[in-house]
C-alpha cells in the first residue's frame, strides 16, 4: 500500500485488496473488477485509483506470496546441494503457482517485456531465481545457457495448463517432474537436472 495515504484511504486500500484476493481465488485473473468495487462498498473510479489496471491488481494480491518465495531462495542459496535446492523452490513455485488460481495468468501478463518496473511478479521472482540458478550451473547440473526467465516461462505454462483441474497441483509435480528428468532416463543425473534451451538437433 501506498505511504502517505489518509486512513480512509489506507482503509479502502485494504477492503479492496481483501475482496480481490477473494474474487481472484474464485475466478481466476478474470476477476470483474466492478463485481469487486460492488463487494468492497467502493466506487469502479476509487478501485482504479488505487490499482490503475488489472496488472497492478493481481500484483498486489499476489505480492505478499512472492516475496515468501523470494525469501525461501535466499534461504537456500547456501545448501551443500546446489541442484536440490534448485529444484526444491521450482517445485515451491510450481505448487503456488498452479493452486493459487490466477498466479500463472499473472505471470503471463506480466512477462519480462518491462523490467524497469522492479515490482512486477516475474522480475521479482527471475531476481530470487538467479542465485540458485547461477549455483547450479557452476555445480554442472544445469546447462549454462538455461537462464530464470526460460525457468519462469516453463512454470507459467505449467500453472496455465492445470489451473482449475481437481488436482492441479499433483498434476503440475509431475509435469515439472517430466521436464526435469526428460524423456531420455538413461542420461546422467546432472545432464537432466534442467533441461538446456537450445532447439531440437536433427
Request: hydrophobic fraction near 45%.
Amino acid at each position: 500500500m501506498p505511504d502517505g495515504q489518509r486512513a480512509d484511504a489506507r482503509r479502502n486500500y485494504a477492503r479492496i485488496l481483501a475482496v480481490a484476493e477473494r474474487e481472484v481465488a474464485a475466478h481466476g485473473a478474470d476477476a470483474s473488477l466492478e463485481r469487486i468495487a460492488r463487494l468492497a462498498g467502493v466506487g469502479s473510479a476509487t478501485v482504479r485509483r488505487h490499482f490503475p489496471g488489472r496488472r497492478a491488481l493481481l500484483r498486489a494480491v499476489f505480492g505478499e506470496r512472492i516475496e515468501s518465495l523470494c525469501a525461501h531462495a535466499e534461504s537456500l542459496t547456501g545448501a551443500a546441494d546446489a541442484r536440490a535446492a534448485l529444484l526444491e523452490w521450482l517445485g515451491a513455485l510450481t505448487d503456488y503457482s498452479a493452486s493459487a488460481r490466477g498466479m500463472g495468468e499473472a505471470l503471463a501478463q506480466d512477462g519480462l517485456d518491462d523490467p524497469s518496473h522492479e515490482s512486477v511478479c516475474a522480475v521479482v521472482l527471475c531476481r530470487g531465481l538467479e542465485p540458485l540458478l547461477r549455483r547450479a550451473a557452476q555445480a554442472g547440473a544445469v546447462a549454462p545457457d538455461v537462464t530464470a526467465a526460460e525457468l519462469l516461462a516453463l512454470v507459467t505454462g505449467i500453472a496455465l495448463a492445470t489451473e482449475g483441474r481437481p488436482e492441479a497441483a499433483v498434476e503440475a509435480r509431475r509435469l515439472l517432474d517430466l521436464t526435469v528428468r526428460g524423456v531420455s532416463p538413461g542420461q546422467p543425473a546432472a545432464e537432466r537436472a534442467v533441461p538446456a534451451s537450445a532447439g531440437p538437433r536433427p
